[in-house]
């Protein structure tokens, strides 16, 4: 490749015009549309899921943003509208001033993209989610200044050279970025310092994040202090509750990424190597209008899928494996993360069959103890309700199997003598869920996971799995109180077959109340959940799976037209 990346530190700049540039890119850019969740796996045998995108009416910019804990509406399905760029993050920028209180201005930053090896090779910039969620831009260098008691708000851009715009491509105006990302005002960051010195003394201090303080140490005007513990924690804060833009990315990002996943399924044969169900992932997602992905993907066939962040993707998918997969794509840097595990040989057969209905029974006790309607006077369901309703129907479905041993403790104190040992981890290690957002594990005032009930606006992951983990059984054997419970002969006899694991795995979105009589139908709704991964026709139960795999694959059914 040409050599000059490292004069110019652009690295993924190119991205401006491909994906952000400052005129509209289309039905499927990220300018202004609606998208309306359709569950159209069926109606589209060969490209799975499909969204109808439609112009927009012009929003109202003075409007707070807003929250999925809005009244339910009768027509759901116009409710998670896709914004503009500049509307939906202004949406999130104003609501992170509200919400933050410590006055002074604040200060975030994309980061560049990061050296991959030599002097001028890059790794695909990715803009710090904090920055993104702030502004909605996704190039390295840039940089915004917000004052929360205002809102006015200062985009930054690198400085760049002229000969930027014949190695990577036009370089935008500040009229131009203004119009894109709706700056009040766009500047240059190297004048940061002569911005903050023209400030009143009144907003002398300088909110930021601690890795950018660490950089700005001694670097701003005289008698301005630099903070960085408010903004963090208030940003949290802000994250952890969905709008109803930053569901509609999304639901986006699971359209691309259950389309994809189901391309996986229609181009797997036996003798295939993981890392070319991975590739189809790539193409289908990218085709889809999702460039990037938001995790590394693991594709692990029949013993691989006991490892649980399987990343290497060698290995070769043989007849009778089940291949398990967790992927998913990200929209305006909002991911997926969905799993589905399928057959290789498109049935599920024998132990595979059982484990597989063992898991998706526990999915579904988990969904549901999410979407009851709370009691009077409670705040409902926590998601370590649900992680419990999961083991519980997990355990019942491993005695089934022959995997447990109903003679381990006596009649019906078996369920919880087995909990009380966390039997269950022996064959479910991680937990049942996340946040789900701008990142993967998606941050809140409580960290990934949320603590105590399930509030409104929150995007959770609903992922129970079961595995036969060959150092787990070997620790569970050397526990006398734990071995008792486990066939181990039987767990063995299913792993020399090439029996790894199975995991299903949703993202759903939490709603203030179950939506009216009229709302109903609409695909991914129950009770006070909306799932995004079925309103985007992702299939998971076993004959839809089967269904799908029996397809022909076509690759040319992902080229989404971009316009």
């Not at 209180?101 to 910039?125: I, K, M, Q, T």
């Not at 990302?181 to 601690?210: F, I, N, W």
């Not at 490892?307 to 291949?323: P, Q, S, T, W």
């Not at 305006?332 to 059982?354: K, L, N, V």
């Amino acid at each position: 490749m040409l050599p000059h990346g490292q004069a110019l530190r652009l690295g993924a700049r190119r991205a401006f015009g491909a994906r952000n540039g400052c005129q509209p890119l289309g039905q499927w850019s990220r300018g202004p549309s609606t998208l309306t969740p359709v569950a159209a796996a069926a109606a589209a045998p060969s490209g799975g899921a499909a969204v109808a995108v439609t112009a927009a009416p012009a929003p109202t910019l003075a409007a707070s943003a807003t929250p999925v804990a809005a009244a339910p509406s009768s027509d759901f399905s116009q409710r998670f509208r896709m914004l503009s760029v500049a509307d939906q993050f202004r949406e999130t920028r104003q609501k992170l001033c509200r919400e933050f209180l410590g006055g002074g201005l604040l200060y975030l930053e994309a980061g560049e993209a990061p050296p991959r090896n030599g002097s001028d090779v890059f790794h695909r910039h990715r803009s710090c989610s904090y920055f993104v969620y702030v502004t909605g831009v996704e190039l390295p260098g840039y940089a915004a200044l917000v004052d929360p008691e205002t809102g006015h708000y200062t985009l930054l851009a690198p400085r760049l050279p002229e000969e930027a715009s014949y190695w990577v491509g036009a370089v935008p105006t500040l009229d131009q970025l203004q119009e894109q990302y709706g700056a009040d005002r766009v500047c240059y960051v190297d004048e940061l310092k002569s911005l903050l010195a023209a400030q009143g003394s009144s907003t002398r201090q300088l909110h930021t994040l601690p890795t950018t303080a660490e950089k700005l140490a001694g670097k701003l005007p005289e008698g301005w202090r630099l903070l960085s513990d408010l903004l963090p924690a208030t940003l949290d804060r802000c994250r952890a509750a969905k709008t109803d833009g930053e569901v509609a990315c999304l639901l986006a990002a699971s359209v691309a990424s259950g389309g994809a996943h189901m391309d996986m399924w229609r181009a797997c044969r036996p003798g295939l190597r993981e890392y070319q169900l991975e590739a189809v992932f790539s193409l289908s997602s990218r085709c889809r209008g999702a460039p990037s992905p938001g995790y590394p993907s693991i594709v692990g066939s029949g013993p691989n899928a006991a490892v649980m962040h399987y990343e290497a993707a060698d290995g070769r998918v043989e007849a009778g494996h089940l291949v398990l997969v967790d992927a998913g794509a990200e929209w305006r840097c909002y991911t997926a993360d969905i799993s589905r595990t399928f057959p290789a040989s498109g049935r599920f057969e024998g132990a595979a069959r059982d484990l597989y209905g063992t898991v998706l029974a526990a999915q579904h006790a988990a969904l549901d103890t999410l979407a009851a309607a709370p009691p009077p006077g409670t705040g409902g369901a926590s998601l370590q309700d649900a992680d419990r309703a999961a083991r519980v129907v997990l355990l019942e479905g491993l005695r089934s199997m022959g995997l447990l041993r109903s003679g381990a403790a006596a009649g019906n104190g078996w369920l919880e003598a087995a909990l009380d040992l966390k039997v269950d981890r022996v064959f479910m290690p991680h937990g049942i869920g996340h946040h789900l957002g701008l990142d993967v594990h998606d941050v809140s005032e409580t960290g990934p996971v949320p603590k105590g009930a399930v509030q409104p606006g929150h995007v959770l992951t609903v992922e129970p799995g079961g595995y036969l983990i060959p150092p787990l059984l070997a620790r569970a054997r050397a526990d006398p109180r734990v071995a008792p419970f486990v066939d181990f002969d039987a767990a063995e006899a299913l792993i020399r077959a090439g029996l790894g694991g199975v995991r299903i795995e949703d993202n759903v979105v939490v709603l203030a109340e179950a939506p009216v009589a009229a709302a109903a139908a609409t695909a991914g709704l129950q009770g006070r959940l909306f799932n995004l991964t079925v309103a985007a026709g992702v299939a998971k139960e076993m004959a839809e799976v089967e269904e799908v795999m029996r397809q022909e694959w076509r690759p040319e059914a992902a080229m989404v037209m971009m316009g």
